[in-house]
């Protein structure tokens, strides 16, 4: 009897150790297959299914290996499908859930692109340079410092944006940020170049000459325009005075002298187009070389071939 309770004892210690060994062996091994489905899925940009094959995973497995990559495929599936406050939330949890992951940095990051893709250019402002400050050694520093100078530019804040880039080439001066950023901010610099119209005079000719003013500001059909409408009403109101035909020559000539005001008012406006013009033709030659320096489509994407969006409107 002492033999039979001694040998079953070991065989159930035993059979105990043999199947604590064989399920931690198998269940990486199932957790890896569904990975793997879930990978396939991304690859083919079936990003809403990769998303929720990959939380179920994680629910299944959480203490599965790169759990926190996972947790980042979540996130990167949602931006990948434009559901940006989805995304967002899975990087704060990524965030909260794996505080010391070496992907806590590009996720910080990644929440700045989805807050400016998503319009909230001030709050993507901000998040970027919280990320400078908190990890200001990190490799997607350049590129965040110099999308700080990009935020600007949409502002129309040239001052800033000049600024910012110039931190870039004296803070990373490695970076293939660092060269692009001299160059912009040096276009940036040569905006006195550009040509001007002053409101101020625009509206002094139009007082002077009817018209003169919005042909000053390159608008010369609406010049002329202005000018005949002015000259032709306030000849008629004076020959309607002569004839005296008050009741005629009055409203023609409160007509004419809306006309003449107007011509002023539209003089100063079409100077004020004209550089707002100018200033977006500036804008847009510098957004055209961000775009042909290949900047953005320089970054690699973390482990696995992981797709990102990388910037993809607001250029």
């Excluded at 947790?71 to 909260?96: C, M, P, S, T, W």
């Excluded at 944006?161 to 970076?175: C, E, F, G, R």
Aim: glycine share 6%; with cysteine; aromatic share 12%.
């Amino acid at each position: 009897m002492n033999t039979f309770s001694f040998t079953f004892a070991r065989y159930w210690i035993v059979s105990c150790i043999a199947y604590f060994v064989i399920l931690t062996a198998i269940i990486p091994a199932i957790a890896a297959v569904e990975s793997t489905f879930a990978d396939s899925l991304f690859r083919e940009g079936d990003y809403l299914n990769a998303a929720h094959e990959y939380k179920r995973l994680l629910y299944l497995h959480p203490d599965t290996p790169q759990s926190d990559f996972i947790a980042f495929r979540v996130a990167a599936a949602y931006q990948n499908v434009g559901k940006l406050a989805n995304a967002i939330r899975a990087y704060e949890l990524l965030i909260d859930t794996y505080p010391k992951s070496g992907l806590v940095a590009r996720a910080k990051n990644n929440i700045a692109q989805c807050q400016i893709l998503s319009g909230d250019s001030a709050q993507g402002l901000e998040s970027l340079k919280r990320f400078l400050v908190e990890h200001k050694e990190s490799t997607l520093a350049p590129r965040a410092h110099f999308t700080i100078g990009l935020l600007h530019i949409d502002k129309w804040d040239w001052t800033e944006a000049t600024q910012a880039w110039h931190d870039v080439s004296l803070a990373y001066p490695q970076s293939p940020f660092a060269e692009v950023s001299n160059r912009l901010a040096q276009e940036i610099k040569n905006m006195e170049a550009l040509p001007h119209r002053s409101s101020t005079v625009a509206g002094v000719f139009s007082a002077l000459v009817p018209g003169s003013g919005q042909i000053y500001s390159g608008q010369t059909m609406n010049g002329l325009s202005a000018f005949v409408s002015v000259a032709v009403l306030g000849s008629a109101s004076f020959y309607y005075v002569d004839q005296e035909r008050y009741e005629v020559a009055i409203p023609v000539g409160v007509l004419g002298l809306f006309l003449y005001g107007n011509s002023i008012y539209q003089s100063v406006q079409t100077a004020r187009i004209f550089n707002t013009q100018q200033e977006r033709h500036l804008r847009n030659r510098l957004q055209q070389k961000i775009r042909d320096s290949g900047l953005f489509s320089a970054i690699l994407p973390p482990r696995d071939e992981v797709k990102l969006v990388l910037w993809k409107s607001r250029f």
